[in-house]
């Protein structure tokens, strides 16, 4: 079978089963039937179709997902996608986060946090053939160096058109490769957030639970210069005229109705081996979660509630506590489950299969063995590696090391610098020196720092990286109070916290760097021969895995084709296509949870007091039965939040959710706690995802924040 053709014939296995799958939207056509079967009313060709109706409609902001409602470029997503220009535009005198904002006219639209984009993806194209060739002998760091240089010069073919930005990704871990073209509004503005109280109702108490009430929604809108062209913001910019844009359902759905979406997921990981699966589960997330829980403890007891410090963490906070107890639920429900004896299960019939055909025991006989050999290899400083990852979650550190890189990846052609450090990435690196300033606070940054180097000088010797030890004076007489007095001074002494230092250092040559006084500046010369050294080391090691991780999944979607199960790709930030259908479930026995929850269950979680603290105004509305015209009858209320069997992952936050055609009727936002496994195995019976309704967004934004001038902007079906 030709590789290119792999995943048309992959589709095929669809079948009329559970509704797991994150499809691309080239494999829907093969699915037609299928689909319409499930419930889809529209032609299945269209949704593979990127320059058409709806796709065209469906847009990533670089991390979450969103979509176009208006022929003015209004654009919705959740609240939690734009809480980082919410709080960007918070101050302790305005706080947008607690008040809530709405633009009553476009001049009242407030810019988003800098660097904030739209995507809107317009053409996807199969460059396998293209990204391979030539590379069949090469192994280690030489095929890790290839296939970047294949993508590096795609994308600059791909993007000689102005105003796109582009991007080839890998696919069933490098079997396959695609170049994404995506137009890239880089005018972002933000038009409308409900109050805290309303869009992050529950906080992290209600993350990932059921029943949910949480008003999970914003609306920014994209700009570009009068010519129609993306445009870095300007007075004189005007809205963007998408192709299309979705109508906003006030009918929305029922109990089993089919629903489908559109969005962009990060990552899963169900072709992962058993042990990688075991290392994760027992070591990797119990670690990363008490270093989560441990970071956003800090930030608390160094930032007092409500004051500005505080305000620059809160987005910070939200993302490292959702993952925390992500973490908790993938521990526990590891432990209560058999997915370990079900991957040692699968890789034994796995390797059966291959052991009953000479010429697939030629072909993948040494296939896993290299594998975990491979993967065993990347876990020898597992430990060290997460401490420097949570170390580059610190502001100044990674700043510092950023640039200097910088220094000396300009003194390269263009074509041969390090990806994230080409002309193409400069103004994502002007913006995330720009919003640093909304970001960060001396006092946190100097305390989590001071924490996670103890943490790090508590490894043995041979573990550690000298440099590093040399820098922050770590050795066998370790001395907290010395080390606590070495980051005073370099805080103390340091001009990397102001804005206008930060970009002149973007201009300046490595000899300025090796020159400077800045302590942070000398910490980074002292480890950039380190720093290259470990990557040069990362990239053999990944380049090792690009040559044997693409034959374990040749493997496995030869085996799985031939048993009739369906296939699709790890989801890898790229466009894909869920469907399903509205739907409870039972969590635990004895129990069943409803697809629907109604105002009612506002007040009655309410207890005044965050984050079950709903704007009285809102109370006094439910209390009144003030439903107006978005009533249901089933439920005798107005629906807040609802169920359904999609399959999701994280970046699907923002997805529009879709009925049989193609209109909006609510936006996922969140998964059930008994779910979040679902990146690692898909289980229907309790892989829930959780949508905000659109009846219930459009009765907030109608009764509550009287945000008329959007509703009239929308295009609303009855």
Known sequence: MKKWLLTVAVAASFGAQADEGMWQPHQLPAMADELKAKGLEIDATSISKLTQFPMNAVISLGGCTASFVSPKGLVVTNHHCAYGAIQYNSTPEKNLLEEGFLAKTFADELPATPGSRVYVTEDVTNVTERVQSGLEGKVGSYLYQGVENQEKALVAECEKEEGYRCQVYSFHGGLEYYLVKQLEIRDVRLVYNPAASVGKYGGDVDNWMWPRHTGDFSFYRAYVSKAGKPADFSSDNVPYEPKSFLKVSAKGVS??????????????????????????????????????????????????????????????????????????????????????????????????????????????????????????????????????????????????????????????????????????????????????????????????????????????????????????????????????????????KTELGKKDVRLAWMDKSVADFKASKDPFIQFAVAMYDTDMAEEKQQKELDGELMKVRPQYMDAIIAYNLEQGKPVYADANSSLRVTVGHVKGYSPKDGLQALPFTRLEGIVQKDIGVEPFDAPKKELALIKQKQYGDFYVKAIDSVPVNFLSTLDTTGGNSGSPTLNGRAELVGLLFDGVYESIIGDWAYDDNINRSIQVDSRYMLWVMKYLDHADNLLAEMEIVK
Request: glycine share 6%; aromatic share 10%.
């Open 255 to 492: 109990d089993g109705d089919f629903v489908m979406v559109a969005g962009y997921p990060g990552r899963t990981n169900r072709y992962r081996t058993a042990n990688e699966v075991q290392n994760q589960f027992e070591w990797a997330y119990p670690e990363g979660k008490l270093l989560r829980e441990r970071f956003i403890e800090i930030i608390k007891d160094t930032a007092p509630e409500g004051s500005d410090e505080r305000i620059k963490y809160e987005s910070q906070i939200a993302g490292l506590a959702n993952y925390a107890k992500n973490f908790t639920s993938m521990i526990e429900f590891y432990g209560k489950s058999t997915m370990l004896n079900d991957r040692k299960a699968r890789e034994a019939e796995l390797a059966a299969w291959i052991a009953k055909d000479s010429k697939r025991e030629a072909k993948y006989g040494k296939t896993l063995a290299q594998l975990d050999a491979l993967i065993a290899k990347g876990k020898a400083h597992q430990e060290r590696d997460m401490l420097l990852s949570y170390i580059g979650n610190t502001t100044l550190l990674p700043t510092a090391r950023d640039l200097y890189r910088l220094a000396n990846e300009k003194q390269l052609p263009d074509i041969q610098r390090e990806p994230g450090f080409q002309e193409r990435d400069m103004p994502r690196l002007i913006a995330s020196m720009e919003r640093i300033d909304r970001r960060y606070a001396p006092s946190v940054d100097k305390a989590v720092l001071f924490d996670m180097l103890k943490r790090y000088a508590a490894l043995p010797e041979d573990k550690r990286l000298p440099a590093l030890d040399k820098a922050f004076g770590i050795d066998k007489k370790f001395s907290e109070a010395k080390l606590s007095k070495t980051l005073d001074k370099m805080y103390a």
